[in-house]
C-alpha cells in the first residue's frame, strides 16, 4: 500500500526553537491530516487541511495543503517540552487514508 | 462524547487462540477502520467498512475477520492468533462526504497492544 514519505524521521531540539516537518507523495489527495500520538496513546487529530494552499493554525501549530496537493508541512513554534512525540501526516485520496511513517520529536529542556 | 472506544486496552494471547477486539463510536460516522501499527512502520489498513452490512478488505486482511451490523459497532476477530499478529491495534472512524473541502476527518481510538506468545 502506499505510503507517504516524511521527513525528519527524527529531531532533537532545544525548548523554544520551531520545528518545521513535511509530508510528500506521488500522488494528489483531497485531504492532508497531522497527527501526534503519544506514547501508549491512539493518534490525535491537530490540524485539517481541505483545500490546496491553505493554511490553518492550532495554537503554536501550523500547517499548509501544498500547492500541488502533493504535500503538506507542520510547523511547530517556540517549543516546550509536552511537545515530545511522534506527529505523523495522512492523505484522503478516494476511499482510502494513507499516513506518513511519523516523525519524532525531543524536546530538550 | 466518547468518541471511538476500543477494548481491551492491554491482552497476552496464546497461538492459536481467539479474540475479538470491540470498537464502537458514537458520531455517527458511517466510515470505520481498524489499522495495525508495528514500531518503525505507518499505520497498516486491515478491514474497512463504508455503512452497516458492508466490509472490505485493507491491505494486511489474512488472519483477521469483521462484521459491522450496525453504525457504532465494528470488532476485530482474530481466529487463530500466531506471533505474526503482535502489534498495537487501531480503530477508527470517519464521516466521509463526496467533494473536495467536505470536512473528511479520521478519529482514532486509544489502540490495543497485542501480544501473541
Known amino acids: 500500500g502506499q505510503q507517504l514519505n516524511q521527513s525528519p524521521q527524527s529531531m532533537f531540539i532545544q525548548e523554544g526553537e520551531d520545528v518545521s516537518m513535511n509530508c510528500t507523495s506521488s500522488s494528489i489527495f483531497n485531504t492532508w491530516l497531522w497527527y501526534k500520538q503519544d506514547p501508549g496513546e491512539g493518534p490525535v487529530l491537530l490540524i485539517a487541511?481541505?483545500?490546496?494552499?491553505e493554511l490553518t493554525s492550532n495554537g503554536r501549530l501550523t500547517a499548509q495543503f501544498g500547492i500541488t496537493r502533493k504535500d503538506s508541512f507542520l510547523n511547530i513554534s517556540a517549543s516546550i517540552p509536552s511537545d515530545v512525540g511522534i506527529y505523523f501526516c495522512?492523505?484522503?485520496?478516494?476511499?482510502?487514508?494513507?499516513f506518513g511513517t511519523g516523525t519524532s520529536l525531543t524536546v530538550i529542556p | 462524547n466518547a468518541g471511538v472506544t476500543q477494548t481491551p486496552k492491554f491482552r497476552i494471547l496464546k497461538i492459536g487462540q481467539s479474540m475479538t477486539l470491540q470498537c464502537t463510536q458514537d458520531m455517527n460516522h458511517n466510515y470505520m477502520y481498524w489499522y495495525r501499527q508495528d514500531p518503525g512502520m505507518g499505520l497498516k489498513l486491515i478491514y474497512y467498512s463504508v455503512g452497516a452490512g458492508i466490509t472490505d478488505k485493507g491491505e494486511v486482511p489474512n488472519g483477521y475477520n469483521v462484521s459491522r451490523s450496525t453504525t457504532e459497532d465494528f470488532p476485530l476477530r482474530l481466529e487463530l492468533a500466531a506471533p505474526s499478529q503482535t502489534s498495537v491495534y487501531f480503530c477508527?472512524?470517519?464521516?466521509?462526504?463526496?467533494?473536495?473541502?467536505?470536512?473528511?476527518?479520521?478519529?482514532f481510538g486509544e489502540g490495543s497492544w497485542l501480544t501473541v506468545v
Open positions: 495522512a492523505g484522503l485520496s478516494g476511499n482510502q487514508f494513507y
Open positions: 477508527a472512524s470517519s464521516y466521509r462526504r463526496t467533494g473536495l473541502g467536505s470536512g473528511n476527518t479520521i478519529y
Open positions: 487541511l481541505y483545500k490546496a494552499g
